[in-house]
């Protein structure tokens, strides 16, 4: 790409992180759409050209420099668009089905192409090549009837309101009534960082403090407990369990957390904490949970869901769990945990040092066990998904979307939406460090957990 075409800038502290990380796996945000009408390429080509015009993130290429002392990343933004849409023949795409054809847990064609996608890493060791962020791709199904649609990001320009606000997007733009005034443009250069963009002095902190805070994640992070690991010497890759609920078990967890005046993610939390501490009968053992917030509105100027790139940060808290604790009970004094860590700006004034130990522990793996930080993140945010007529109007049957965890990151990582009215949870794993079947009984014992929670609510 030529230099005259490009604008430009330097990645912040946390995209630098995703750029270290996504060389070992982590950081591949993936979404996939399993399409029962043909698809007009053409159409669906002009359609991405128009979201990379709206957001010049989805037109930048990734530059790597490398020099015998550090390793440089910046974002380089052409004026005009430039995806070229990848196109797979049933061949290929009943290659990647006949993979799993022997596992014990059963997986739908839509969930393999997607562990398929995000252990594509265009993005490991490219130093001198420039990449693209935004990749697009077609798996004609074996079927003859239906169609996998993926869109592959680098996690540094794809947190999960822009995945989120990338599908609503797109969907406007692929229905044949979609009128130029639709889509949200914004400026033609790509947004400033997040550290950039941190209100007044809520990212300061006295040198000490921060030397103090990062010894204490670094001790605390040596006595979390993690699962079971299956298989700690296999080179990894990211699988993934889905966990879905139906509407009036949805809405008795709902209606539980509104009782208890805290967001899903304090009872989703819970249930995976009681899941996982379930076989441990009679000791107490400390486990590390990572909330996500979204902090595009609170930022300097404030952002829109429409500033595509990576605007969340990151608290780190961690539990106790003696057994016997209720779902309920569990779950206020965990978001609780959560709350008071944000009311005191944690997740700015820590940032650093979160970026910090995530570079480190890169480049140092034995400074975690298997390179996990934590049993489990979640996002204190909830998607809320109503767009199901407009999807099935555009031949859209059923997504999913997750980013891969497998070289740095949680045991599990949630992706939580309610969908029409409906709980569905993608859980995405390293493997072999964990097996299918592990993850799998896990998840039951969560989504058993939240059942069984949701009809008791009102005794709390």
Known sequence: MSTVETKGRNVGGT????????????????????????????????????????????????????????????????HTPFIK??????????????KNKNDTVSISPLQQIMEHELNRNTWQDRTGIDTDMFVASIYAMPDEKTWVVVMRLHVAACD??????????????????????????????????????VPGRKGKKHIWARGLDVLSYSV?????????????????FSQVVRMQLNQTDTK?????????????????TAAGLMAAHSNKTNSSKKYGIITLTDCRSTLDPPLSNHNFGFYHAAILNNHVIKGGESLWELAKRTYGAFANSKNNDKHFTDMADMNFLMSKA????????????????????????????MQQEVGV??????????????????????RDG???????????????????????????????????????
């Open 15 to 78: 995209e630098c992180s995703w750029c270290k990380a996504i060389r070992g796996g982590t950081g591949i945000a993936v979404l996939s759409l399993l399409i029962t009408k043909p698809i007009d390429i053409s159409r669906f080509q002009t359609s991405l050209h128009k979201l990379q015009n709206s957001h010049p993130i989805l037109r930048s290429k990734l530059h790597t420099s490398s020099s015998s002392t550090d390793t440089t990343f910046s974002f380089l933004t052409s």
């Open 160 to 197: 999960r309101t822009t995945a989120v606000s990338l599908l609503r997007e797109l969907l406007v733009l692929m229905k044949d009534e979609e009128k130029e005034e639709n889509v949200v443009v914004v400026e033609d250069v790509v947004p400033l960082a997040i550290e950039d963009l």
């Open 397 to 418: 049957e059923d997504y999913m979307g997750c980013a891969s965890v497998h070289g740095l990151g949680p045991s599990m990582g949630i992706f939580d939406t309610i």
């Open 85 to 98: 849409i990848e196109s797979h023949n049933i061949n290929v795409t009943s290659n990647i089905l006949a």
């Open 422 to 460: 409906r709980l569905d949870c993608v859980c995405v794993y390293p493997a072999p460090l964990h097996a299918r079947e592990q993850m799998q009984e896990l998840i039951n014992k969560m989504k058993a957990i939240l059942i069984e929670g949701g009809k008791t609510y009102e005794e709390y």
């Open 220 to 236: 605390n992070s040596f006595r979390f407990t993690n699962l079971k690991f299956n298989d700690t010497k296999n080179a990894r």
């Open 362 to 389: 890169i480049e140092n793996p034995g400074l975690t066990s298997s390179l996990r930080t934590s049993i489990m993140s979640v996002f204190e945010d909830t998607v809320v998904d109503d767009d199901g007529m």
């Open 252 to 268: 008795r967890v709902l209606d539980g957390c509104k009782q208890s005046r805290i967001k899903l993610c304090g009872a989703i």
